[in-house]
């Protein structure tokens, strides 16, 4: 048998070959991993309901049509009112007549608009329930995260330059329904216990 170096080079070249390629995909996946372990503490960051005094950035997403859409201050000279809310919330189906009234009492005096969590029969949902303001969907990341959009419904008055004037959790029972008609200044219609009602 022929031990000369020249007789070890065929088997070494494979070697070589397989330990390169080893090299070059565990630099690939390391890589990879340090790219998703820096994605992880925003997807495990909780969405915090926002509080009156906070500044907001402009909202983006969609509208109910499909074409994107952002939501900004300073343009419209009124504070908006943004309603937060999701076609399967039975607090915010009960809250409907509610949010009907102060867009038709107070649309003179305030900019209304709805933000959506899910887009699931959300067409349908709008059509049925009358809701006569713009709607947006599919929010971004940073928005979802801004805005709190976690919990429904929530309602936020925010003045032209973004800072939250005002913050409502949850549909208007108890020291809620008492606050909001102090705010707008009107008395509400109540909430709806059957949703075949709204």
């Known amino acids: 048998m022929d031990s000369s170096p020249m007789s070890q080079r065929p088997t070494v070249l494979p070697l070589l070959s397989i330990l390169l390629v080893s090299l070059i995909a565990n630099v690939y996946l390391s890589r990879r991993v340090a790219v998703l372990a820096s994605l992880r503490p925003l997807a495990e960051t909780p969405i915090e309901p926002v509080k009156a005094g906070a500044t907001l950035p402009k909202l983006i997403g969609f509208t109910l049509d499909g074409r994107s859409a952002t939501l900004e201050y300073g343009h419209d000279l009124r504070p908006t009112v943004v309603y937060v809310f999701s076609p399967q919330c039975i607090w915010c189906a ?3 007549a509610n949010i009907r009234h102060l867009v038709e009492t107070r649309g003179a005096q305030y900019r209304f608009v709805g933000v959506a969590t899910s887009d699931d029969e959300l067409s349908e949902y709008v059509a049925k329930a009358r809701l006569p303001i713009p709607i947006f969907t599919r929010a971004s990341a940073d928005s ?5 959009l976690s919990s429904t419904p929530q309602t ?3 003045d032209v330059s973004g800072k939250v004037i005002k913050a409502w959790l949850g549909a208007y029972v108890d020291a809620t ?3 909001v008609e102090t705010f707008f200044e009107t008395h509400l219609p109540g909430l709806v216990t059957d949703r075949t009602e709204s």
Do not use: F, K, S
């Open 156 to 158: 936020l008055v925010i």
């Open 144 to 148: 979802v995260h801004a805005y709190g």
């Open 94 to 96: 009960r809250n409907l």
């Open 177 to 179: 329904v008492t606050e």
